[in-house]
T-cell receptor
């Protein structure tokens, strides 16, 4: 099965500083990778995805992610963090399930705290 | 903007009681998913529908959980009887084209006492 790992439970950054939330993947073949954000007691909001093409993917709210095949990583980045970016971030990979459908497999999540 | 609807948003129940959650996907989305998210963990797939048919329910605890999507539109997830370990956020998602994009609803937060 395709999987992703998020090595950090929490990331702390000061407002205005760049942020990075890490994700590594384990897949066979070409990965379809996603980032989602979750605010307290809310559903998941899509940020960006990588399917093919340019290794730098730009998404919503100023976020971007860099696909690195040699390091099997897909880290989420933002040049200047905002307090409102504080939330739970999930990396996910598309996986084919037993009956030829597709589903998303998620990492355990990384809590981002941006301090004023 | 079209959204995935879920109700109720919050549910508190006692163990051994029955609970049901409802999901209405975005119109025209043939694929519907139910995920369970335990606090501090990532969402895990419970069941996937393509129209009214179950595509994958390998992670659904079938002794107590059931899911249906009778007309291929909205869906209901039921737990009977609920156990303490079922306390979690239950997320519904839908997809127009299989495997390309997932839209998530706001979720139902279940607390079992």
């Amino acid at each position: 099965a395709q999987s992703v790992a998020q090595p950090e439970d929490q990331v702390n950054v000061a407002e205005g500083n760049p942020l990075t939330v890490k994700c590594t993947y384990s897949v066979s073949g070409n990965p379809y990778l996603f980032w989602y954000v979750q605010y307290p007691n809310r559903g998941l909001q899509f940020l960006l995805k990588y399917i093919t093409g340019d290794n730098l993917v730009k998404g919503s709210y100023g976020f971007e992610a860099e696909f690195n095949k040699s390091q099997t990583s897909f880290h989420l980045k933002k040049p200047s963090a905002l307090v409102s970016d504080s939330a739970l971030y999930f990396c996910a990979v598309r996986d084919r399930n037993s009956n030829s459908g597709y589903a998303l497999n998620f990492g355990k999540g990384t809590s981002l705290l941006v301090t004023p | 903007e079209a959204e995935v609807a879920q109700s109720p948003r919050y549910k508190i129940t006692e163990k051994s009681q029955a609970v049901a959650f409802w999901c209405d996907p975005i119109s025209g989305h043939a694929t519907l998913y139910w995920y369970r998210q335990i606090l501090g963990q990532g969402p895990e797939l419970l069941v996937q529908f393509q129209d009214e048919s179950v595509v994958d329910d390998s992670q659904l605890p079938k002794d107590r959980f059931s899911a249906e999507r009778l007309k291929g539109v909205d869906s209901t997830l039921k737990i009977q009887p609920a156990e303490l370990g079922d306390s979690a956020m239950y997320l519904c998602a839908s997809s127009l084209e299989v495997g390309t994009f997932w839209f998530f609803g706001p979720g139902t937060r279940l607390t079992v006492l």
